[in-house]
């Protein structure tokens, strides 16, 4: 489950997959099958601890500075690319959505900046529409 803060003036939000929520505090609790229909009506994360960004093309290094990072990859115009920093914290997180859902026509490309493994290889290809990948750092590797 996901916490979004609403955008000014929205009490109600109903997501394409039927579901309708409730603003509450400014806020409201969605699962992960309709946190991309929240994202693009406006809705903003606003989990402790996380913290978002979007990407488009070759990113670089990612500057991770909270536990999880939520990363919106935007395919729609071309392939991208990112580097996660070297693994060394235990636990962080990088959940990498593929927000267009065309990863198949423009793959993304993810590596460890200064070298370092995904589950042992040295880089990972996403291809699969809508993905969403969730790297672990496991204090000297990443796995998904």
């Not at 509450?24 to 913290?51: E, K, M, N, Q, Y």
């Not at 290094?61 to 999880?68: E, G, K, M, P, R």
């Not at 990112?82 to 990498?96: E, Y």
């Amino acid at each position: 489950m996901y916490v979004l803060t609403a955008p000014p003036n929205i009490s109600q939000f109903q997501a394409s997959s039927g579901a309708q929520y409730t603003v509450s505090s400014g806020t409201i609790t969605v699962p992960l099958t309709d946190l991309r229909d929240a994202l693009i009506s406006g809705f903003a994360l606003s989990s402790a601890g996380s913290s978002s960004q979007t990407i488009s093309g070759a990113a670089g290094t990612l500057a991770l500075s909270t536990i999880h990072t939520y990363l919106f990859v935007n395919t729609l115009s071309g392939a991208a690319s990112f580097a996660l920093p070297a693994a060394g914290i235990l636990g962080r997180s990088v959940t990498m959505i593929d927000f267009n859902g065309n990863a198949p026509a423009n793959n993304i490309t993810t590596a460890i900046a200064g070298g370092g493994t995904i589950n042992g290889s040295p880089s990972l290809v996403t291809d699969t529409t809508y993905a969403i990948v969730t790297f672990i750092d496991n204090g000297t590797n990443w796995n998904i």
